[in-house]
């Protein structure tokens, strides 16, 4: 039962985590523009598994959260730091 109880508040950890609110302006825009194209170039996909449209398009999302919030939860998850 405690492996389900940290698999689920590990979302919740990645956000609260006060070291990953560091990203530049110009950082922010690349990753809104290249989440928006990516999202972009999925939905206008015609060919292609159903699978692989979502796993762009929540890429893209990734990105747009970056943008939006500064977090870099994947550089949390990954334990990179940059500071």
Known sequence: MSVIKDLLNSPKDLLNS???NN????GR???ALS???IIGMAMMEKKGSSLSK???IGSGAVLILK???GLRPLNKAL???HN
């Open 18 to 20: 006060a070291d990953t």
């Open 23 to 26: 990203i530049s302006d110009t």
């Open 29 to 31: 825009i690349v990753s």
């Open 35 to 37: 989440g928006i194209v």
């Open 54 to 56: 979502w796993i762009k």
């Open 67 to 69: 943008a939006v919030s």
């Open 79 to 81: 334990g990179i730091s």
